[in-house]
Nanobody, 115 residues
């Protein structure tokens, strides 16, 4: 059974940092591309950052320079380091692994940025 479990969300003030983790089980994580998505209330889910199996990364313009995606294949875990958080970063964050045609999602973790 494949599981992706996100953790690390929480309530922080503007300018603070959080590091999200996505622990994968039931798959060979190293052969899957991975992405972090987020969905704010009333908005569509959007791609925040992605990383390929070779380590190439891509970021949404809104998070470039603030967020860093990474992966540790030995630990079957992906990460999203989020710095300089803004209120508009408030959302449920999901991780997703992709190896066509297989796609798996985690259950999400809430990130709230508020003073």
């Amino acid at each position: 059974q494949v599981q992706l479990v996100e953790s690390g969300g929480g309530l922080v003030q503007p300018g603070e940092s959080l590091k999200l983790s996505c622990a994968a089980s039931g798959i060979n994580f190293s052969i899957y591309n991975m992405g972090w998505y987020r969905q704010a209330p009333g908005k569509q889910r959007e791609l925040v950052a992605s990383i390929t199996i070779t380590g190439s990364t891509n970021y949404a313009d809104s998070v470039k320079g603030r967020f860093t995606i990474s992966r540790d294949n030995a630990k079957n875990t992906g990460y999203l380091q989020m710095n300089s958080l803004k209120p508009e970063d408030t959302a449920v964050y999901y991780c997703k692994t992709i190896r066509f045609p297989q796609t798996y999602w985690g259950q999400g973790t809430q990130v709230t940025v508020s003073s």
